[in-house]
């Protein structure tokens, strides 16, 4: 079978089985950039390499159940999918947000096997999370919540099996609550989860890595093409951990971040946004980005319901170049063309699959543009979690500059790989083929020399 009919049958499968359009999108972007290798090497047909890939190799799935402050029960659903341990134990993170289902952690699972891969680093992929909504819940309700879910997911996980980390909606309170129940209920003090406090078996550099990674690998990126940050005005989306750091780094590397958003609505601060100001309201006091342009003159917030139909508000901003922050499927064709027009010129993923098939293509489509993948360019918080584990595991603690320096040479290495990988298979410059070639070749010959199991 020709390698496209190979992968059109597998994408017919995936549809066959389930409704879950969020998966296909991601097995579709990673698939169909699998062309070249697929028919250059027979070897993965031939060993089943793709029909394995798209079916995680462990599924579980749990009832949590919580007392909020009123005495009430609450029940909800948890999840973890075991997807890949080819490379390593399962690695990925943990995300507690309303729209988790089973479709949403399957394609974020996938994503993270490809993502494992490309740092070098020994990990599998996977990720969990529950349909609980962190937001509007008190402290005691939080700990409670996270305990009940530990008492589940105690059970399939383990330092040399299976590490979560956080996501959205889950931090550092979060894996300290989840944390001292996995101790207490397996007696085991060691590293399980990662993105842990400092002074119980956390690396430094771990809460910066992603955004600090994204700017890195962006300027890799940029670099190649004889450009540089220096001077670019950039518009960020999301507020939450990612964002923050890339605010902080791309300040660091001479660049002018001017947005921040969430669900409700985005800011536009012409000055530049106020990086103390962002931390104090969305670390300290847990608040919104109203806050923000409350608290801040000149800063001009936009409601979401305002926004254009079908586009995010946040992209109508002008800038040279834009880091997607927050979630999947939040730039679309629309965005893309407003942004391209309005002077944007490269786009770099520190969110999970933020921008749609559509927009992917126009982006590629441009001579003139880069465009920066997320399983590539938010890789810098994974591989950072991996050097927590090594810390974990030789009960040593690095310096900040030790695990930056580390980070930063992985980073300018996925970039590589990445770029040199993409020239091999004569797709010169497209680094959505030349990371997932990169990421899936590592995965596949593993699989292969492990035989059928
Ligand atoms: P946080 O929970 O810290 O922040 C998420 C931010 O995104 C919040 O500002 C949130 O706003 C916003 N957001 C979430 N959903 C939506 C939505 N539907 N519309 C608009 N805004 C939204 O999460 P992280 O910063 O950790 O994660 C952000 C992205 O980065 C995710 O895609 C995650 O998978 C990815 N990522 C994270 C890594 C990490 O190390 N943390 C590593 C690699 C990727 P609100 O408060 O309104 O929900």
């Known amino acids: 079978m020709s390698a496209s009919s190979y992968i059109n049958a597998i994408l017919e499968s995936i549809k066959i089985r389930a409704n879950e359009p969020v998966f296909l999108q991601a097995a579709t972007e990673v698939l169909k950039s699998l062309e070249p290798i697929l028919s250059a090497e027979k070897k993965y047909q031939e060993h089943a390499i793709l029909e394995q890939l798209i079916i995680p190799e462990k599924i579980h799935t749990f009832r949590v159940i919580y007392c909020d402050d009123k005495g009430k029960a609450n029940v909800n659903l948890g999840y973890r999918v075991q997807f890949s341990s080819a490379l390593g134990p399962y690695k990925g993170g943990l995300r507690f947000h309303p729209s988790v289902n089973l479709d949403l952690l399957k394609f974020l699972g996938f994503e993270q096997i490809f993502k494992n891969s490309l740092t070098g680093l020994m990990m599998g992929g996977a990720k969990g999370g529950s349909d609980f909504d962190p ?43 989840m944390f001292g129940m996995y101790k207490k209920l397996t007696g085991f003090y060691d590293g399980t989860l990662t993105g842990k406090g400092l002074n119980w078996g956390g690396s430094l550099a771990r809460t910066e890595a992603t955004g600090y990674g994204c700017v890195y690998f962006t300027d890799e990126m940029l670099k190649k093409a004889k450009q540089g940050l220096e001077g670019k005005v950039c518009a960020v989306s999301g507020s939450g951990n990612v964002a923050i750091y890339t605010i902080e780094k791309l300040y660091q590397m001479g660049a002018k971040p001017v947005t921040i958003s969430d669900s409700n609505g985005f800011v536009y601060d012409k000055n530049g ?34 926004y254009k ?63 920066g993948p997320a399983k590539a360019a938010n890789a810098g918080g994974v591989a950072t979690s991996q050097l927590e584990m090594q810390q974990n595991s030789s009960m040593s603690q690095w310096s900040f500059e030790e695990v930056d320096k580390k980070l930063h040479k992985i980073m300018k290495n996925i970039f590589n790989n990445s770029y040199e990988t993409a020239k091999e298979f004569k797709h010169a410059g497209n680094l959505v083929v030349g990371s997932n070639i990169a990421g899936f070749k590592k995965v596949a010959d593993a699989m292969i020399d492990h035989g059928y199991i």
């Open 135 to 177: 937001k509007g819940k008190s402290e005691a309700e939080i700990m409670r919540f996270c305990q009940a879910f530990m008492l589940n997911l105690s059970k399939v996980i383990g330092a040399t099996t299976d590490v979560p980390a956080g996501d959205i909606g889950v931090g550092g309170r979060e894996i300290g609550y």
């Open 273 to 306: 946004i106020d990086l103390e100001l962002l931390k104090e309201i969305k670390e300290v006091k847990r608040g919104r980005v109203s806050d923000y342009a409350k608290a801040r003159k000149d800063a001009v917030y936009t409601e979401a319901k305002a």
């Open 309 to 371: 139909k079908g586009t995010n508000g946040v992209w109508s901003v002008p800038c040279d170049g834009a880091f997607p922050s927050a979630t999947q499927n939040e730039l679309n064709l629309e965005d893309i063309k407003t942004l391209y027009s309005n002077g944007c010129r490269f786009v770099s993923e520190g969110a999970n699959m933020p921008s749609t098939l559509e927009a992917i293509d126009f982006m590629l489509s441009k001579k003139d543009f880069h465009f």
